[in-house]
């Protein structure tokens, strides 16, 4: 704790705390979205170094209380090409994440989050099948904005909420992948040096919070309309990365 209070004041912990428990509760509801809520305020508040592999820890928590079902229900022969593609090309990511300015980083994660956003409240969706070759190249993407951002998800999320499977099996696919892009993006920056303490403590203080979102979020699903909370969420989103975006 006072290695992070040396760090940062304790407001921007706080901020993080509150942050780490919304990206919960959106986990929790949607099955997804957890990176897009955290990573554009944390990375304004700590700086994208220690936000991505920040965030993607969290998100492999998020994954685990409930991975086991999700992985009988997942639809496999769709996932195993965006996966592999996404073990290849995380790497490139973390290699730009370590290159690149960070001012540049933290206002390409509120860029993705905001285009994701605007796709999302129109309603535009792939309408192709779904194909090896497609889910290929989806995934070589999702693996490099993974490794620079944090955020890989959109492109897949995108993909596989436009397809013929139904909601559940949908669900099911989009937990095991995230899950599997997390650990990808977090083995490959540890093994790269690019996992600090910093995140690591952060990461432990948020994760009660975090956890306790995911569960109040996983019950609120079950009380309220879905179309409606992720209307919510998108606008959510949107207020979010634009704010850092301009600041």
Not at 2 to 29: F, M, N, S, Y
Not at 54 to 77: D, I, K, N, T, Y
Not at 147 to 166: E, F, K, M, Q
């Amino acid at each position: 704790m006072d290695t992070l209070l040396a760090a940062w004041p304790w407001t921007t912990l706080a901020a993080a705390l509150a942050i780490g428990a919304l990206g919960g509760v959106v986990r929790g509801v949607t099955g997804f979205g957890a990176a897009m809520v955290m990573g554009p305020p944390l990375a304004l508040l700590v700086g994208p170094a220690v936000t991505v592999p920040l965030v993607l820890l969290l998100e492999g928590f998020a994954a685990s209380p409930m991975l086991r079902q999700a992985a009988r229900r997942a639809h496999w022969p769709v996932l195993g090409p965006i996966v592999a593609a996404a073990a290849l090309f995380v790497p490139v990511g973390t290699l730009l994440l370590s290159t690149l300015d960070p001012e540049v980083t933290r206002r390409a994660i509120a860029a993705i989050v905001l285009g994701f956003s605007l796709v999302l409240l129109t309603g535009l969706r792939w309408r192709g099948r779904y194909h090896p070759a497609a889910g290929f190249g989806l995934g070589a993407l999702s693996g490099t904005m993974c490794g620079a951002t944090g955020i890989g998800g959109p492109p897949v999320i995108l993909y596989l909420l436009s397809g013929p499977d139904d909601a559940v099996t949908t669900r099911a696919t989009l937990m095991v992948y995230i899950a599997a892009l997390s650990v990808l993006g977090f083995g490959t920056m540890a093994l790269r040096g690019l996992v600090g303490m910093p995140s690591l403590m952060l990461g432990l203080m948020m994760t009660p919070l975090f956890l306790a979102g995911l569960f109040a979020g996983a019950r609120l699903f079950h009380g309220m309309s879905e179309q409606r909370f992720r209307r919510v969420t998108i606008l959510m989103l949107l207020a979010v990365s634009s704010y850092v975006l301009l600041a």
